[in-house]
């Protein structure tokens, strides 16, 4: 995304441990198979069986965009305080809210999951026992333990969301806690139990008396209702909720000793701070004892992550190192510690006048009161300058790594583990802690995952460790892991799965993919995330497609990246290269890289995309006649820029939420102020060049250069995006439409923010932007007729057009005789009649069988199951390939299968014509005696197919019922073999799957064919 780097929930490189972030993607959710036993033939699983619960799914190993929006995702791990148990939350589509919603789950490490195939909860995630806690289309979410971990806490979306949830792990549902008068949010559990969070007071009286009159008006940037939020605690035994802080600004972050003495805020001073970055926010330091407040870290860039060491003497936090702290630049993250002096006294500090109060300071910073935005020269406060006799003096914590933080620490103790930016890939460290400004560093070996770890939750001891690893080729492993820290090395052991998500999508194409390094602008090296076509041929060229992320200050990494944004691997399966560059600005890589393109922008990233391009044509990987280029916000804002520079190189562009015109962009975007200052330099009427405008701003803007433009382009935008404006789209649209020399199409997704949530919307981008580089890169697409219905009748008689036919009969002519034609049920493995036997097919074999000339392509019935054996001997003889009934296994899935679509097929459901009860069957069926079986029976293909795997078939819920080999012994049982599936006059009794009339009269046999 196009981030402001200031903000650490903005930017995706900032803060490791969040799940979401480090997997880079956003929550998504996928579907699990059902764990369901089948008997083993020739020592293995029948492929039908396998398959059986992926009927009605294109079961090819190609992903859809239906995959990729319903991959599942694992995040918000929390160790209960003695270790034996991990809580976490999983994302999940939502259809009746069309968007994700969030459950949560239990893992017990002290007893092991069921085995394979046994009856239990989840038995497919996990070696450990995993229990699914909640279940429903309210998402649950920040799952936290009672210190004695007899409880499990949580908040919730249930209600108006401003409850706290709890359950008792020994059993029993969810109860209510308590009922807050406003939302919480940032909980932290404190060693005796007692619960922080950050909430609001209340409504103000004059947002009562709005509210009363529905009067929704807003006052932008209202510094009337910017009221404080605060820090407060909460006993869940008594239930008293206590005020612990009296500060006029909202807490913005914060962290507490685990003794409950000692605490560290953060708050943001003005409602414009988004925009601008003024005033800098304050940060203070309490005793929660006294209620008294210190105020520290002036003029440091944006304090963060803060949290206290185990012995509750000091405190860790991160930092932002730039060269505009001014506009909260984009910077690297460096790590800090403050020690608390021996019997420190916050009053003996507090009372001092060289301290000013938070009111004063604010006032002293910025006219907030009349919302006055002061310019650059009075942006360097004296309040904001560092005090060297403060009582506590922040020490920059040795990393002894030049590029600083990748993505946030952990404290272990009085220690810390550390993620360390590394460009494309991230180091594991540890930090132990020795006193006197000084920390022992150990970088942490974790086998064949090195590089590719993000920690998601430490055990209260330090030794167990929840971690992912994923790689672009590798979609995400939930693991746990042990961290043994010795005196000359650490490491963190490879362990076991935790959980194992996505497990119906394990099958799916996965590309081939590498770190692929270049010079780039100022001959600095590159680097970039380089996934194969498909089957690649070294030596021959294929087309490209450069998928540029957002940001700038971001980075892609050597992760799993499969969303709705970016899709690489659906372009490698067609046959395509894809780039992902780190261009210049990128975080990870250092400051002099992340901040190369301030006042430069555009200047230096195009340089690093088409050289990238051009080594990987120089290398005989790519054709620079078949280029593509995709992005989403600052990809898109790159992207666009290309097809200005480079009118002629792109053969399609994909530009999501891409800003074209930065004067406007400078007011409406929510932080264009410290963002265009940065990056573009000034404001727009700032006077250059003699000038009564900035000329920068007219230079840089695509809007007014937009007649170069040829690249076919397809626009998506949130009509809710405030990150990249969505008038910014608009704009875009116009200009290519009024010159018209590029075809272009524009996508607007009603009440949508930057980032799209509606499942609906996130399937409708992908379907969109594939089938615009079908259409204008890869000449693949097809026009589709807009009055044609896929299930509807028509398509069902095409359908059958399309099937193998033979002078009019169902069938493929082999050697002169009339044969069933199969379809493969998967890749390398059995095929299975597309009909059943039929009538002309059966007499290829037994030439006394008859029957009307008009019902030669109906389903041959009224056979034994020794005939039904001896037609597939004789098939297998008269073809050279073995033919057989279906087997045990395969019986049990097909009829599940025929279960489910009974009631759609040619069975007394469907000639009831409504919704019959199974007290009616019999007097349905006193009319349906009326009619002969020829009257009843349809022509094969009558009906709507059903999916086996791969396979589409007809006829298995209804029309004839079908023999098989194998089999518990039943009514329909006839010399070993069995019946399955529906007959015309059978009922289909959802409460009884094994209901049916068994009447010979009505039953044929379907052939299996063995694979080679």
């Known amino acids: 995304m196009r981030t402001p780097h200031r903000i650490p929930h903005r930017a995706p490189a900032m803060r490791a441990w969040s799940l979401c972030q480090a997997t880079g993607i956003l929550f998504l959710s996928a579907l699990l198979l059902l764990a369901v036993p089948f008997a083993l033939e020739s020592g293995r699983t029948s492929a039908l069986a396998l398959n059986e619960l992926q009927s009605g799914n294109n079961n090819e190993n190609y992903w859809t965009p239906a995959d990729i929006v319903r991959q599942e995702s694992a995040s918000q791990f929390t160790f209960s305080p003695d270790g034996s148990m991990v809580a976490w939350v999983t994302s999940r589509n939502s259809t009746e809210n069309d968007r994700n919603a969030t459950d949560l789950y239990l893992t017990r490490l002290d007893r092991e999951g069921p085995s394979s195939g046994s009856s239990g909860v989840d038995a497919d995630r996990s070696p450990y026992l995993t229990v699914r806690l909640t279940r429903s289309e309210d998402s649950d979410r920040n799952p936290f333990f009672s210190r004695d971990g007899s409880l499990l806490y949580f908040l919730s979306s249930r209600g108006d969301g401003k409850k706290l949830w709890a359950m008792n792990l020994h059993g029993g549902e969810p109860y209510e806690v308590h009922e807050f008068d406003e939302g919480i949010r940032n909980i932290q559990v404190l060693e005796d139990g007692t619960i922080l969070f950050v909430s609001q007071e209340g409504d103000l009286l004059i947002e009562a008396q709005r509210k009363e009159r529905k009067d929704n008006v807003q006052v932008i940037e209202d510094t009337v209702t910017f009221k404080p939020s605060r820090l407060f605690s909460f006993d869940p035994e008594t239930k008293q909720v206590r005020r612990l802080t009296d500060n006029h600004y909202p807490v913005s972050t914060y962290a507490a000793s685990d003794d409950g003495r000692w605490a560290v805020t953060g708050h943001t001073r003005s409602p414009h701070f988004g925009a601008d970055a003024q005033p800098p926010p304050s940060y203070y330091f309490w005793d929660l004892e006294s209620g008294k407040r210190l105020r520290i870290l002036r003029g440091m860039q944006t304090p963060g992550s803060f949290n206290f060491t185990e012995d509750n003497k000091g405190f860790y936090f991160t930092a932002v190192t730039s060269s505009d702290p001014e506009w909260s630049g984009a910077g690297i993250s460096e790590l800090y510690y403050v020690e608390l002096p021996e019997d420190f006294d916050v009053a003996a500090y507090a009372e001092n006048g060289d301290h000013k109060s938070e009111d004063n300071a604010a006032e002293s910073a910025d006219d907030t009161a009349a919302g006055r935005v002061p310019g650059a020269a009075a942006r360097t406060v004296a309040d904001e300058v560092p005090d060297p006799a403060h009582p506590l003096q922040p020490v920059t914590v040795p990393l002894d790594w030049d590029w600083a933080l990748g993505s946030g620490y952990q404290v272990l103790g009085n220690d810390v583990l550390a993620s360390l930016a590394n460009g494309p890939t991230r180091v594991l460290a540890h930090y132990e802690r020795r006193g006197n400004g000084e920390w022992r560093k150990r970088i942490v070996e974790t086998g064949r995952f090195n590089e590719r770890v993000a920690i998601a939750a430490v055990s209260e001891d330090h030794k167990k460790v929840v971690f992912v690893h994923s790689t672009a080729s590798s979609m995400p492993q939930y693991r746990i892991g042990e961290l043994d820290v010795r005196r000359r090395d650490a490491r963190l052991s490879e362990g076991e799965h935790l959980v194992r998500l996505n497990t119906s999508l394990a099958e799916k194409f996965v590309a081939k993919s590498e770190i692929f390094r270049w010079t780039g602008a100022e001959d600095n090296e590159v680097n970039g995330i380089l996934y194969y076509p498909e089957n690649y041929e070294p030596g021959r060229a294929y087309p490209l497609v450069v998928a540029i992320r957002g940001g700038p200050a971001s980075v892609t990494l050597d992760w799993w990246n499969m969303s709705w944004a970016y899709f690489p691997h659906i372009l490698s399966q067609k046959g395509s290269f894809v780039l992902m560059p780190n261009y210049h600005g990128s975080s990870n890589h250092g400051l002099e890289f992340v901040e190369s393109i301030k006042r430069r922008y555009y200047e230096l990233e195009l340089v690093d995309i088409v050289n990238g391009i051009e080594a990987l044509h120089q290398a005989g990987k790519v054709d620079k006649d078949s280029l593509g280029v995709m992005g989403w916000s600052n990809g898109s804002i790159l992207g666009i820029a290309l097809s200005i520079e480079y009118p002629d190189m792109f053969r399609v562009l994909g530009a999501g939420a891409g800003t074209v015109n930065w004067a406007s962009d400078y007011g409406t975007c929510e932080f264009g102020v410290r963002f265009n200052q940065s990056y573009i330099g000034g404001a727009p009427w700032d006077s250059t060049d003699g000038t009564f405008y900035n000329r920068a701003y007219i230079e840089k803007s695509p809007l007014f250069r937009m007649e170069r433009v040829k690249t076919p382009t397809i626009i998506f935008f949130g009509s809710e995006d405030r990150a990249v404006p969505r008038d910014q789209g608009w704009e875009h649209y116009r200009a290519l439409q009024q010159i018209g020399k590029a075809p272009v199409r524009f996508l607007w997704f009603p009440d949508q923010p930057h980032g799209l949530l509606k499942l609906t919307h996130q399937r409708r981008k992908l379907e969109e932007e594939i ?80 029957f009307h000339p008009l019902q030669a392509n109906h389903p041959v019935r009224g056979i034994r199951v020794d005939e039904a054996r001896a037609y597939t001997r004789w098939l297998s003889g008269h073809t050279g390939r073995t033919y057989r009934l279906p087997n045990e296994a395969e019986t049990r899935a097909l009829h599940r299968i025929a279960h489910r679509a009974g009631p759609r097929q040619n069975t007394l459901n469907h000639l009831a014509g409504f919704g019959i009860t199974v007290d009616e069957v019999g007097i349905l069926r006193q009319k349906m005696d009326l009619l002969t079986a020829d009257r009843l029976v349809r022509e094969v293909g009558s009906f709507p197919p059903v999916k086996v795997g791969d396979a589409e078939i007809y006829d298995l819920g209804g029309n004839v019922a079908e023999w098989s080999d194998g089999g518990s012994s039943d009514e329909g049982s006839n010399n070993g073999g069995s019946v399955y599936g529906y007959s015309v006059r059978d009922f289909v009794d959802t409460a009884d799957p094994g209901s049916r009339e068994l009447d010979p009269e009505f039953t044929g046999f379907r052939v299996i064919r063995e694979a080679k």
């Not at 169902?810 to 050697?815: A, C, H, Q």
């Not at 044969?819 to 095929?831: A, L």
């Open 771 to 850: 089938a615009w580089f079908d259409r204008w890169l890869f000449g693949t697409y097809e026009e589709p007729n807009r009055a044609f219905k896929e299930d509807s009748p028509l398509a069902t008689l095409l359908k059958r057009d399309s099937l193998a036919i033979d002078d009019g009969y169902f069938g493929l002519r082999n050697s002169e005789r009339l044969i069933p034609e199969t379809v493969p049920v998967g890749k390398d493995t059995i095929s299975i009649g597309r009909f059943p036997v039929t009538n002309k097919q059966y007499q290829a074999f037994d030439t006394t069988h008859t």
